[in-house]
């Protein structure tokens, strides 16, 4: 069973930065996935934010969060990081990770199994 818990949200200042951790209960072996990051906010439908393959080594990003944005892993952990900076009222959403069985590290949403519940990020501005 593949569970994965979402934490790190909250409010802030435009301008401000939050780091997302996203820890992953897979019964397999974390460091063999891609895993994503995407965001909906009110109204909208889901967007890919970010994307990291298996080992780390490739990173991808949405145009809206390239040079703000940073995804990062740690295998020993099993947890996925989205490090946001310089953040906008336009980055207000709820964010979700999720896990990619097949390694595509994809900004499609559909090729992704499994998800979080979801943590919202709110930024005043």
């Known amino acids: 069973q593949v569970q994965l818990v ?24 974390f460091s063999r996935y891609a895993m994503g990051w995407f965001r909906q906010a009110p109204g909208k439908e889901r967007e890919f934010v970010a994307a990291i393959s298996w080992m780390g080594a490739n990173t991808y990003y949405a145009d809206s969060v390239q040079g703000r944005f940073t995804i990062s892993r740690d295998n020993a952990k099993n947890t996925v990081y989205l490090q946001m900076n310089s953040l906008k009222p336009e980055d207000t959403a709820v964010y979700y990770c999720a896990v990619d069985l097949e390694g595509r590290t994809s900004a499609t949403a559909s090729v992704y199994d499994y998800w979080g519940q979801g943590t919202q990020v709110t930024v005043s501005s």
């Open 6 to 29: 979402e934490s790190g949200g909250g409010l802030v200042q435009a301008g401000g930065s939050l780091r997302l951790s996203c820890a992953a209960s897979i019964g397999r072996t």
